[in-house]
């Protein structure tokens, strides 16, 4: 007998407690919300562009004024070093192997005309294109933080690649700890790497972000 | 004879000595990625802790109070009407209000091509400017004022006169300046629509180019990225 009342009012505690806290507001949320709103709103207030980068999850946005441009969802993004710091940070150096290179017109020399059959995406312009842009490269903040962007890999390729990252980082965490130079790496992969492409794209030397992990 | 017996003691010890070598240089590196795990994996923890500090009553209330006060000057800065977003690495523009997608299409955006000037003072890169503009001009029946790189890419002289710089046509039926002298106008060239093509103005087709002309108005918000 006493068992069954037992849950009955077990049950109703927990079903009051569950009430409750769903009318009150989690105080690390508000706060958080806050502090996001405040930095985010010393970018959005001055004309140009900024990127957010969600790590947790896995989102990049490109803004102006708080209107979102463009969106990209990575596959993947991993990270290893020091946190990045919750401010604004800019973009120094974009880093290649093979930088995209402008042509240069030579006056009076007639273009090459394009084939009648031919579709818009067919055929070759003498043009800097969005497939000219690199498919692995690393952007380079501020503050020392690499983002290395990085397309999908498979057989031996992918299993070079992870041991890199899970060989060379604790190693380079040794190397930097020596030197007392907090550095943080991030590592972005995209599986279609026009996605890759059009961050290069997008995000000119110069941009600042907010990058965090929590929100 | 001494010395043949003495070189062969030698081999089997100096196989042992690099065997030790070997396995002590594993260790050691295994020894180093551990540390490095370590060290960094106390670091990474820090990550989850950013911006996670708890946060006093007095504080939470702040917070509370700044998260409206930000919130109501993020409106203010979001465009009332409608705006236009240009991106020139897929070459295609977005007509919007709000988040609101009202219409979509292809436009041909700067080739990124450099031109020097023979005369080797001055030089033209043909990008598409990027950032934030407001429509400044809106012009039917646009006529095309050819500017000297028009001349020098073709290889012709630059004429004195400004009228014989004027060509009609080119630019279709409507042309929306943003400044600098750059626009949003037609083409002649539709296949080309979706590509780096131009001088650094933006290419539209007809109908979406008729399209924006009636939805625009002088201020309208314009980004370029």
Same mark, same amino acid.
């Given at each position: 007998?006493?068992?069954?009342?037992?849950?009955?009012?077990?049950?109703?505690?927990?079903?009051?407690?569950?009430?409750?806290?769903?009318?009150?507001?989690?105080?690390?949320?508000?706060?958080?919300?806050?502090?996001?709103?405040?930095?985010?709103?010393?970018?959005?207030?001055?004309?140009?562009?900024?990127?957010?980068?969600?790590?947790?999850?896995?989102?990049?946005?490109?803004?102006?004024?708080?209107?979102?441009?463009?969106?990209?969802?990575?596959?993947?993004?991993?990270?290893?070093?020091?946190?990045?710091?919750?401010?604004?940070?800019?973009?120094?150096?974009?880093?290649?192997?093979?930088?995209?290179?402008?042509?240069?017109?030579?006056?009076?020399?007639?273009?090459?005309?394009?084939?009648?059959?031919?579709?818009?995406?067919?055929?070759?312009?003498?043009?800097? +294109?969005?497939? *000219?842009?690199?498919?692995?490269?690393?952007? +380079?903040?501020?503050?020392?933080?690499?983002?290395?962007?990085?397309?999908? +890999?498979?057989?031996?390729?992918?299993?070079?690649?992870?041991?890199?990252?899970?060989?060379?980082?604790?190693?380079?965490?040794?190397?930097?700890?020596?030197?007392?130079?907090?550095?943080?790496?991030?590592?972005?992969?995209? *599986?279609?790497?026009?996605?890759?492409?059009?961050?290069?794209?997008?995000?000119?030397?110069?941009?600042?972000?907010?990058?965090?992990?929590?929100? | 004879?001494?010395?043949? !017996?003495?070189? $062969?003691?030698?081999?089997?010890?100096?196989?042992?000595?690099?065997?030790?070598?070997? @396995?002590?240089?594993?260790?050691?590196?295994?020894?180093?990625?551990?540390?490095?795990?370590?060290?960094?994996?106390?670091?990474?923890? =820090?990550?989850?802790?950013? !911006?996670?500090?708890?946060?006093?009553?007095?504080?939470?209330?702040?917070?509370?109070?700044?998260?409206?006060?930000?919130?109501?000057?993020?409106?203010?800065?979001?465009?009332?009407?409608?705006?236009?977003?240009?991106?020139? =690495?897929?070459?295609?523009?977005?007509?919007?209000?709000?988040?609101?997608?009202?219409? @979509?299409?292809?436009?041909?955006?700067?080739?990124?091509?450099?031109?020097?000037?023979? #005369?080797?003072?001055?030089?033209?890169?043909?990008?598409?400017?990027? =950032?934030?503009?407001?429509?400044?001009?809106?012009?039917?029946?646009? &006529?095309?004022? $050819?500017?000297?790189?028009?001349?020098?890419?073709?290889?012709?002289?630059?004429?004195?006169?400004?009228?014989?710089?004027?060509?009609? =046509?080119?630019?279709?039926?409507?042309?929306?300046?943003?400044?600098?002298?750059?626009?949003?106008? %037609?083409?002649? &060239?539709?296949?080309?629509?979706?590509?780096?093509?131009?001088?650094?103005?933006?290419?539209? %087709?007809?109908?979406?180019?008729?399209?924006?002309?009636?939805?625009? #108005?002088?201020?309208?918000?314009?980004?370029?990225?």
């Amino acid at each position: 007998m006493r068992r069954p009342v037992f849950f009955l009012c077990f049950g109703l505690l927990s079903v009051a407690t569950a009430v409750l806290c769903l009318g009150q507001e989690d105080p690390k949320s508000t706060y958080r919300q806050s502090k996001f709103f405040e930095e985010e709103y010393a970018l959005a207030r001055a004309p140009g562009f900024y990127f957010l980068m969600n790590l947790k999850d896995k989102r990049i946005e490109l803004k102006s004024r708080g209107i979102v441009l463009r969106t990209w969802n990575p596959q993947k993004i991993r990270f290893w070093g020091s946190p990045v710091p919750f401010r604004p940070l800019t973009l120094t150096r974009k880093t290649a192997l093979t930088l995209p290179q402008r042509k240069i017109i030579k006056p009076g020399e007639e273009e090459v005309a394009p084939k009648p059959q031919a579709k818009p995406g067919e055929f070759e312009l003498e043009a800097l +294109e969005l497939k *000219d842009m690199p498919r692995f490269f690393t952007l +380079e903040l501020e503050n020392g933080t690499a983002i290395s962007v990085v397309r999908k +890999e498979k057989g031996l390729k992918k299993l070079w690649s992870s041991l890199k990252w899970h060989i060379g980082m604790p190693i380079k965490t040794l190397g930097l700890r020596q030197k007392k130079k907090p550095v943080s790496f991030i590592q972005v992969r995209f *599986d279609d790497a026009r996605d890759g492409q059009a961050l290069y794209w997008a995000l000119p030397e110069g941009i600042k972000g907010l990058i965090w992990y929590i929100y | 004879m001494n010395k043949k !017996i003495s070189f $062969k003691l030698l081999i089997p010890s100096l196989k042992r000595l690099s065997l030790i070598g070997v @396995e002590l240089a594993c260790i050691a590196s295994v020894l180093a990625v551990g540390l490095g795990y370590f060290l960094g994996i106390r670091e990474f923890s =820090g990550w989850r802790k950013r !911006i996670f500090e708890a946060p006093s009553q007095a504080d939470l209330a702040k917070s509370r109070a700044t998260s409206d006060a930000l919130k109501k000057k993020f409106e203010k800065l979001v465009p009332k009407g409608v705006y236009i977003v240009i991106d020139t =690495g897929a070459n295609s523009f977005y007509l919007k209000k709000g988040a609101e997608i009202i219409r @979509e299409g292809l436009v041909s955006t700067g080739s990124g091509d450099i031109l020097p000037d023979p #005369s080797g003072k001055r030089q033209w890169v043909f990008d598409t400017p990027r =950032g934030e503009y407001t429509v400044t001009s809106k012009v039917e029946n646009p &006529y095309w004022v $050819k500017p000297d790189w028009a001349f020098i890419e073709e290889g012709e002289p630059i004429p004195k006169n400004k009228d014989d710089r004027v060509v009609g =046509g080119e630019l279709g039926d409507y042309a929306l300046g943003f400044g600098n002298g750059y626009f949003l106008h %037609g083409t002649l &060239y539709t296949r080309l629509l979706g590509r780096n093509v131009t001088h650094g103005c933006v290419r539209i %087709g007809d109908e979406d180019l008729k399209f924006l002309f009636k939805s625009a #108005s002088i201020g309208t918000k314009i980004y370029i990225y």
